[in-house]
């Protein structure tokens, strides 16, 4: 058959190409600011962009230092709410204003749910499990995790298995580092310890992450989905990009790889427990508590929905406090004055008789109240869950008079909010644990919207006293024991993900202190 090659007259071509030029430039005129087709939101303050394409080329220059990109845009803007409009991104509102953060997470908390967008991102990675759902979904898995995070649990089991762990640590890898000078990753180390810790009492397997050089497989897998997962948020095109690098990067563990390498690992866990339960042994942890449990449609959970929940329980569970950990052990080792104001404070409570005798460690631990201002200065300035957002049900009125409207993306950033002058005084950006201490010498309590570390309202963090509590036995026992002197030219920042872990660790030497 032959084909005849259409070639349109010159005029006709040149003229289609004017009339395209022509419309690019009046799209232009009227874009010139923002994303194609998007509307302008006159009550609330707009990042100005390029026209057409609007603040996509600055957030993808800002990607890998998104948390300070957003400090920048709060205070260049001068306000608390603005908003930008990014090609390809649906409209996001972002607020770091407290009085709405909890209008947000607790007055209208129905109005608020996980969105489209972030399911769909989230999706691969945690399923249907608790980070990911809402409704009826969202309730079972808060109601049955609940159980286990009583005071007796805490004060009997949970602080004996941190103090095993930080036990192990010590006799198997700090102590010979003082000895051999060599340097320890203390960020590699908080995450087998929080790990380790997590599955035993979580799950009850133990891992024994600590008492191996190598990392982790499926730690190590988890760590680049996350990654990956939260490179979909500010990536339009996530699912052609990952596509084509699978293409032309074959050589590079897939995102279908890693996510093989955790769903293996969770089922395993499931599958260990219900061979124990056949066997007549009675477990009480968080697994076996959901593997008794009715989803909403009154079911036993099937292996997909236990995969799920092990998962989110497992981000839940083990980043979150490493981090918040790490962060902490800069900061001491930042401000000399403030570790040693905790090593008194540590000294004159914690003695070796109550080290050892967790009932009593529980109950000093809750009461030392210059370890508690040290934990959440941290997180005001190292939130372990940085930024977050949610979508719009209906149209709502935020306390400072923004109008959002259904279907928009929310965001706020605990971070910015953090180091944000306007909402923590001229010193926000100082580390200051002086600054939750009431001149009678309490902690101060702060309001959820004005320190979001661990959300608020009805989805306030569950594991919110475990994470102290883990947090505090860990570097009390540490910082008693050792003192950690950071080691010189390492470049110590954060890695954007969905949570804040550091990108090249925190190397540290470790001496033992006089006692
Ligand atoms: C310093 C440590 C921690 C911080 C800063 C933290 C912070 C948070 C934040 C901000 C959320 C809300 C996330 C969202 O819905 O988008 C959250 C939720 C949650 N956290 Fe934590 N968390 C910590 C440790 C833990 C630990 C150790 C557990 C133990 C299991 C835990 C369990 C949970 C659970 C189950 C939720 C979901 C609550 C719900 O949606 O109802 N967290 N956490």
Known sequence: M?????????????????????????????????????????????????????SLPALIQGKDRLH???????????????????????RHIGTIDPANVEHILKHNFENYIKGPEFHSAMNDLFGDGIFNANGEDWKYQRKTASHIF???NFRDQFTDVFVHEID??????????????????????MYKFTLDSFILLGFGV?????????????????DIAQKNTFQRFVNPIWKVTERIQSVVMPWRRSMNYHLNVVDTFAREVTEKRRVQLAKGEIHTDLLSRFMSARNTKGDL??????????????????????????????????????????????????????????PELYETIKNMT?????????????????????????????????????????????????RCE??????????????????????????????????????????????????????????????????????????ISLTLPMMNGIKVSVEKRQQ
């Open 2 to 54: 032959s084909s005849k090659k259409i070639t349109l007259p010159h005029s006709v071509s040149t003229y289609v190409g004017g009339a395209a030029v022509a419309s690019l430039a009046i799209l232009s005129a009227i874009y010139h600011d923002r994303a194609i087709f998007d509307e302008t939101r006159k009550d609330i303050l707009t990042e100005k962009g390029w026209p057409l394409v609007g």
């Open 68 to 90: 300070d990109f957003l400090v920048e845009s709060f205070y260049r803007l001068d306000r608390l709410t603005l908003t930008m409009s990014a090609l390809g991104i649906p």
């Open 150 to 152: 009583n005071v007796k």
């Open 168 to 189: 192990f640590m010590s006799d198997n890898i700090l102590d010979k580092a003082t000895e051999t000078s060599e340097l320890v990753d203390f960020h590699d180390l």
């Open 206 to 222: 133990r891992l024994n992450g600590l008492a191996s050089k190598e990392v982790v497989p499926f730690a190590e897998s988890f």
């Open 301 to 358: 959970l099937n292996n997909t929905e236990l995969r799920d929940i092990v998962l989110n329980f497992v981000i839940a569970g083990r980043d979150t406090t490493a981090q918040a950990l790490s962060w902490t052990l800069y900061m001491l080792l930042c401000h000399p004055r403030v570790e040693q104001k905790l090593l008194n404070e540590i000294n004159e409570n914690i003695t070796d008789k109550v080290m050892h005798n967790s």
């Open 370 to 418: 210059y370890a508690h201002a040290v934990f959440y200065e941290v997180l005001r300035l190292y939130p372990s869950v940085p930024q977050n957002q949610k979508f719009a049900l209906d149209n709502d009125i935020w306390p400072d008079g923004t109008h959002v409207r259904k279907g928009d993306y929310i965001l706020w950033s605990p971070y910015a909010q953090g």
């Open 422 to 495: 306007k909402v923590w005084g001229p010193d926000a950006k100082q580390f200051n644990p002086e600054r939750w201490i009431t001149p009678q010498g309490d902690l101060r309590r702060e309001s959820q919207g004005q320190w979001p570390a661990f959300h608020a309202g009805p989805r306030v963090c569950l594991g919110q006293n475990l994470a102290t509590l883990e947090t505090l036995v860990a570097i009390t026992f540490l910082i008693k024991r050792y003192k950690f002197h950071l080691a010189p030219n390492q470049e110590i920042t954060y890695q």
